[in-house]
T-cell receptor
Framework: KAGVTQTPRYLIKTRGQQVTLSCSPI?????VSWYQQTPGQGLQFLFE???????NKGNFPGRFSGRQFSNSRSEMNVSTLELGDSALYLC?????????????FGPGTRLTVL | AQSVAQPEDQVNVAEGNPLTVKCTYS??????LFWYVQYPNRGLQFLLK??????LVKGSYGFEAEFNKSQTSFHLKKPSALVSDSALYFC???????????FGAGTRLFVKA
């Protein structure tokens, strides 16, 4: 079974631009979460989707948004990029609706904002 | 609000010696606790979880963790460390009512040959 895939793997943008990152979960997984990983802040929760519905959202500004499609694939968008948005963005999927399932992580998208 | 603390930024241990990576948590209600490992330039990999039942949980690669409700701890252990265990380890907590996983800051494990 293929793992979680994220595209692109690397991205370089300039301040003020916007970016869209994509995540394809493991087949059959309906829950997708997004995290931002930086050396200083560690892993910060962005949002979680299940069956196209956002179930929870972290403490990030409205510039960060996401969505999930009917095939469970998910995208996150960051508008008006800032230097501080440079990070590794990780997507994770899990199987069931319940909250006790472990998550399976993709390799991440490394975003660099210049 | 739920939180996770990993008090050690780095743990150094000699190969063959036992290792412990510490984690304490705070959550309302019963917690779901997880350990993940991250190797360089890769995403996180699941090691083990505690949901309910036996306080000693066994996971992948010979790792185990002990849930201690009174001390609100969930320390990761391995009886005999390998050089290949060197990586970044994350403890995580998820409360039973929410849909958000909170990760600790991570502990870098360095196993010396």
């Amino acid at each position: 079974k293929a793992g979680v895939t994220q595209t692109p793997r690397y991205l370089i943008k300039t301040r003020g631009q916007q970016v869209t990152l994509s995540c394809s979960p493991i087949s059959g997984h309906r829950s997708v979460s997004w995290y931002q990983q930086t050396p200083g802040q560690g892993l910060q929760f962005l949002f979680e989707y299940f069956s196209e519905t956002q179930r929870n959202k972290g403490n990030f500004p409205g510039r960060f948004s996401g969505r999930q499609f009917s095939n469970s694939r998910s995208e996150m968008n960051v508008s008006t990029l800032e230097l501080g948005d440079s990070a590794l963005y990780l997507c994770a999927s899990s199987w069931q609706k319940s909250t006790d399932n472990e998550q399976f992580f993709g390799p991440g998208t490394r975003l660099t904002v210049l | 609000a739920q939180s996770v603390a990993q008090p050690e930024d780095q743990v150094n241990v000699a190969e063959g010696n036992p290792l412990t990576v510490k984690c304490t948590y705070s959550v309302s209600g019963n917690p779901y606790l997880f350990w993940y490992v991250q190797y360089p330039n890769r995403g996180l990999q699941f090691l083990l979880k505690y949901i309910t039942g036996d306080n000693l949980v066994k996971g992948s690669y010979g790792f185990e963790a002990e849930f201690n409700k009174s001390q609100t701890s969930f320390h990761l252990k391995k009886p005999s460390a390998l050089v290949s265990d060197s990586a970044l380890y994350f403890c995580a907590v998820r409360d039973t009512g929410g849909f958000k996983t909170i990760f600790g800051a991570g502990t870098r494990l360095f196993v010396k040959a």
